[in-house]
């Protein structure tokens, strides 16, 4: 009995690690491989498209070719370039040659491997509306320190999206409130005195060319002062007369008088 238990236990010890070496290398198989990654929002006609070429662990790859196929009628290719799973800096040689016919052979190298993440990043332009399929064939292709699987993705293409248009804020049908205007004081302004301005006579320049008075309106002036004078003589002689009057009747009387006596 003690020796069958001891069998069992050595019979388990192996397959727990068999099974842990098998799961170790199919992870370590499945890391090392590369696969096409496209964008994950709906891309739109004539505009560009990305698509990923991702390693799935770190220092495993340094170089390598990749044959891509793609449908031509729907992407056009622009160009390849580095990802960000290079260092900063460091160099990477990229060379590619389109057939024109949705086949790709694009080999690359760097100086020291590339970190997880985007090894390189394939550039095309949308065509036309609709599904376009862009695979890795893995017999075209390799990576030293990993392996290449085949791997096919998928890129949805749109019609350009229309801007939605802002609706124009409606001004609210009641009246809106006025501002009251300012009143001015009814009280009466003060009012300056205006002093009067001199006026200035000048004096009038007669006209040479004026006609010189006539005889008759020079005579018809100057009696004035004879009608003055004749008056003043009959004042003199009318208060004369009433002096002899008097004079006369005051003698008359004391004449009178003496007669009577």
Sequence with gaps: MRKTGKRMCTLALVLAFLLTMGITALAEGTDKSLSLKAPEEPSYIDQQVTLAV??????????????????????????????????????????VKDDGLGTLIVTFAGVDPA??????????????????????????????????????????????????????????????????????PTGTEPTQSTEPEPTQTEPT??????????????????????VADTGDRGSVLIWTLVMLVSVAAIALATVSRKRVR
């Design 54 to 95: 991702v390693a799935g662990t770190a220092d495993t790859v340094t170089d390598g070719k990749l044959k891509v196929e793609y449908d031509f009628q729907a992407l056009d290719f622009t160009e390849a370039q580095a990802g960000a799973a290079w260092k900063t800096g460091d160099p990477v040689r990229i060379s």
């Design 115 to 184: 970190q997880a993440g985007t090894v390189l990043e394939l550039n095309f332009t949308a065509l036309k509306v609709g599904s376009a399929q862009v695979s890795l064939d893995a017999e075209g292709s390799y990576i030293t320190g990993g392996s290449v699987a085949a791997d096919q993705t998928t890129v949805v293409i749109s019609e350009e999206p229309t801007q939605p248009t802002e609706p124009e804020p409606t001004q609210p049908t009641g009246t809106e409130p006025t501002e009251p205007e300012p009143t001015q």
């Design 205 to 226: 320049q007669t006209d040479p060319t004026q006609t010189q008075p006539t005889e008759s309106q020079a005579q018809t002036t100057e009696p004035d002062d004879d």
